[in-house]
């Protein structure tokens, strides 16, 4: 026993100065690292209550986002310590960022230096698995190889006939008499019907469930429809609650989320076995392959993998479905409040004569184009992101007085980059960017300043889907109502889940157009 004692103590006498040796190794490597680049320490760090686990500055977040004032309270930090500023997150370094030469760095130029932050990542797989907004390196590779095809294939001049039945719908839901109604409401309605006909060649048919008092249709399996989208809808909410809290969602236990996630589950996993029996079953020349596009077949030709499948199909779910959705009743609450820039849309749509407008005519819109682009400055679906350093690295901007020098960043740093306070500089977009203001754009040249769909490698595949399908709604919306009007005096105010739309609905009422 006193041999065993001895040798642990010489083991911890060798040990101990082995460490501290390390420590100090890494410690002037790291220095001189930093020097080598011009990096100069933060022009500002943020004065914490508990320097070691930062928990006040955690609260005061956790606290915004209770108050439906995340956005709010994130940008009102950037304008009390900067564009750049260093801060601490439990146990775990941050840098909170507004600058396009730091954002470009993060999810460009320094690409390989920084992945997905590990809490959003633990966050987010129990529901999206191993899919494309989870995975990094390799496996991320290989996603984007695996989606990529299928949206090329898809001809998105053939998509617009598929969203008119779903528009006449829309239509049927909507009161023509002048009363309130819940726009947003409909237009998840609207995205979630388009985006599971796209994936699976099934809607859920939300819109003429909307109109019926008993909202239970006959299923095929013993997941419904709407199980479906309520189970979804409640699995992206806790995932959200989870980033939030960080590395303390590791203390925390949902059984209704993870009830929720297997109802998700067995929804979508019947439609990858049909899609996989229709390619074990197809020969390679068979003409009825081809007679409908459904996504959901398209990726079962690159995989026979079954829960690979599953997650990439719910991640182009979130992908299409919600931030269409969110783009859609954003622009229409600002539209219902300033009916002078809908008469300018509808006077531009006017040029169509009342007939559906083509994907060519949709991309000659200059003043819809405007239109989306302020809805999508004003209010990014996706209004920030982290990333997380995998090695030593640097930041171009934050360092020393003036904050324009690089900055040293520690691996394990994560780096919290604000879209929605960025598209609120006025150095980038002139006066008054609280306002909804389209015609800002005919003058705007902007670079990495507007990020609307993320950039670099990770931008996103279907930023093209989300754009067309929401012009095409707005222009068929615009000519068959003449005016839209506010129906809720209360201002924007957040509900962010993994995207960010208004708490209480886009409330309005519509005046048809005369045929």
Not at 131 to 151: K, Q, V
Not at 179 to 185: A, I, W
Not at 421 to 428: A, G, L
Request: aromatic share 12%.
């Amino acid at each position: 026993m006193f041999i065993q004692l001895e040798l642990l103590a010489i083991s911890l006498s060798l040990f101990i100065p082995y460490i501290i040796y390390r420590r100090f190794r890494l410690y002037l490597f790291r220095r001189e690292f930093a020097k080598s680049h011009g990096c100069k320490e933060p022009r500002c760090r943020v004065p914490l209550k508990d320097p070691f686990l930062g928990i006040d500055f955690v609260w005061k977040t956790l606290q915004n986002a209770k108050s439906d004032r995340y956005l709010e309270g994130t940008h009102e930090r950037f304008q009390l310590y900067g564009t750049t500023f260093a801060a601490k997150h439990m146990h775990y370094p941050t840098i909170h960022t507004t600058d396009p030469p730091n954002i470009k760095q993060v999810l460009a130029t320094g690409f390989e230096d920084f992945k997905l932050s590990s809490f959003r990542v633990d966050a987010m797989v129990p529901l999206f698995g191993q899919g494309i907004f989870t995975t990094d390196n390799s496996l991320w590779s290989h996603s984007r190889a695996l989606l990529r095809p299928s949206f090329a294939r898809h001809n998105m001049a053939n998509h617009l006939p598929f969203m008119e039945s779903h528009f006449e719908q829309l239509m049927k839901a909507i009161p023509k008499d002048g009363s309130t109604v819940d726009l947003q409401k409909l237009f998840f309605g609207f995205t979630m019907d388009t985006a599971t006909e796209f994936l699976f060649g099934h809607s859920v048919h939300t819109l003429y469930k909307m109109q019926l008092e008993d909202t239970s249709l006959p299923s095929a399996t013993d997941i419904t429809d709407d199980d479906f989208v309520s189970s979804y809808t409640y699995c992206c909410l806790d995932i959200v609650h989870n980033i939030r809290l960080g590395a303390l969602s590791k203390l925390r236990y949902n059984p209704r989320a993870i009830q929720a996630q297997n109802r998700a589950f067995a929804y979508i996993d019947r439609f990858v076995d049909e899609a996989l029996n229709l390619r074990n079953s197809q020969k390679p020349s068979d003409p009825e392959a081809n007679t409908k596009y459904i996504f959901l077949n398209e990726l079962a030709k690159e995989t026979d993998n079954r829960e690979e499948l599953r997650d990439q199909i719910l991640s182009v779910l979130l992908a299409g479905r919600d931030t269409t959705a969110s783009l859609l009743s954003n622009m229409f609450f600002e539209l219902a409040r300033h009916p002078e820039i809908y008469a300018k849309l509808r006077e531009e749509v006017g040029g169509l004569g009342g007939r559906q407008p083509t994907y060519e005519e949709l991309k000659d819109m200059r003043y819809l184009r405007f239109c989306l682009n302020e809805s999508l400055r004003l209010r990014p679906v996706v209004p920030a992101n982290t990333r997380e350093a995998v090695c030593d690295t640097i930041l171009p901007l934050g360092g020393g007085m003036d904050g324009q020098s690089p900055m040293f960043v520690k691996k394990g740093t994560h780096v919290y980059y604000s879209v929605y306070s960025m598209h609120r500089r006025e150095e980038f977009f002139g006066e008054k960017t609280e306002e909804y203001r389209p015609e800002r754009w005919e003058r705007l040249k902007l670079g990495w300043e507007f990020l609307p769909f993320n950039g670099g490698p990770r931008i996103c595949l279907g930023q093209q889907f989300a754009l067309t399908e929401v012009s095409y709604l707005t222009v068929r919306m615009v000519q068959k109502f003449v005016s839209i009007e506010a129906r809720d005096p209360r201002p924007w105010t957040e509900f962010y889940t993994l995207i960010a739309c208004s708490k209480y609905g886009t409330l309005v009422s519509l005046t048809p157009a005369s045929d």
